[in-house]
């Protein structure tokens, strides 16, 4: 990615295609930039599935949500990373990006990690790993079910 001022302050930058390098916007769209994560589950402070982290603004915009979804280990898969997978791309089409993402996104998401929590099992961990490799290996089966903001 390449540097710019807003971005290294926490801005919101969603569906901004001019920061990813040839090889950065590649890597982002086969997922390949979520492998180093392996490292995190290996030392234990991951989860191969379970919700997603988030940053802290986000967290506390809705704190009581949060509480219960931060009772387990983040993951690098969930469903809502499966269903949103091209989040940057819904984003990019809304109008205020930011403003979609937490009274729209953020709670459809929420809502899945909390279905997560509330019904994780060995079996239903299996079937996200298998969906998720089956959403990378055939995107378009997967994108966001949302046409636009």
């Known amino acids: 990615m390449t540097l710019e001022q807003e971005s290294s302050s926490g801005s919101f930058d969603a569906g901004n295609k001019s920061r990813p390098t040839r090889i950065g916007f590649f890597l982002r769209k086969t997922k390949l930039d979520e492998l180093p994560q392996l490292w995190n589950v290996l030392i234990g402070d991951m989860s191969i599935v379970g919700p997603r982290p988030e940053v802290r603004k986000w967290v506390e915009a809705y704190p009581e949500r949060w509480a219960e979804v931060l009772r387990v280990k983040p993951g690098i898969t969930d469903p809502a990373s499966i269903y949103y997978r091209n989040e940057e791309e819904l984003l990019a089409k809304t109008y205020e ?8 996104i953020l709670p ?7 279905e997560y929590v509330r019904t994780r099992s060995l079996l239903g ?24 903001a």
């Open 125 to 148: 961990d299996i079937y996200l790993i298998l969906k998720t490799i089956i959403s990378i290996l055939f995107p378009k089966w997967y994108s966001c079910h949302q046409d636009s």
């Open 97 to 104: 990006p930011e403003a979609y993402y937490r009274d729209h």
């Open 108 to 114: 459809h998401k929420l809502d899945l990690y909390e």
